[in-house]
DNA sequence: ATCGCACACGTTATAGCATAACGCAATTGA
DNA sequence: TCAATTGCGTTATGCTATAACGTGTGCGAT
């Protein structure tokens, strides 16, 4: 599952998101890829679709958007459940992995025998500098 | 914040919620309550957005759709933070709730002075009965 | 009592998010 | 060479959610 080299399309959508600084909406990164020939949001859609089966972007359910992976060459498949803090004033995004936090909710699913495939973690409010 | 008394469309939404036997849109929604004089999605949104504020029903972020909370009379917000297990085959969801993981969460935001509104958990897979 | 306010409600219109279904071209491997 | 796979482009459509307007009702303060 570890990244090949990308098409031109999921290269594209994979350079806007990298260099936005915080997640962007497929219908934000189609507007930003129309100087490269992008018209339609299937052309979005189906980067973004590899570019999360590969692991270099993440999709954040509860704001409907998407962001690059914060581990950089890395596939953060391998970093356990992700997790995400989201500011709901700046749009910043902080990604981060608590294993404490993954065993105990893979204990759940043991006890339960539920099959784990796509675990969401998102925490919304204000970061520090826009709580103050 | 405990729920007050509901009103007529509030009390029609949370009805159909509770009989479903599982997450429902809010348009599935909608189409169940046109005999009831329902005609726009509006009214269905507004009525879930005060059943969300009581704490009564869920929204699942991950899969657009909302629930009855698992425990009935009880403020749900009293509990902490809620998890979900939604099994992609048969729609069913598990409500629960980890205090250890609460915790971990917390302090996490509490490391770097975020300011947690409302966090989501949502595991998505397969159920005991639909893995086999 | 009546004015002002908050709230629920109804309706129309629109915005925003996501995928179905078709066809074409390039690649690859049997 | 043929078939299978994958990526791509286009059109159309469906699903999710909210904006903006107006109506009516209850209720407390003056």
Known sequence: MSAPALTKNQALVFDVLE?????LSAYTIL?????HGFRAPLQVYRALEKLLEYGVVHRLESINSFVA????????????????????????????????VDHRLMDWTKAKKFKAEKTTIEIRGQCEACAA
Do not use: T
């Open 19 to 23: 260099k936005a600084d915080g997640p």
């Open 69 to 100: 992976c914060a581990h950089p060459g890395e596939n953060c498949h391998s970093h356990g459940i992700v997790a995400f803090a989201i500011c709901e004033s700046c749009g910043q995004v902080m990604e981060f992995h608590d294993h404490e």
């Open 31 to 35: 507007d930003k890829l129309r100087d």
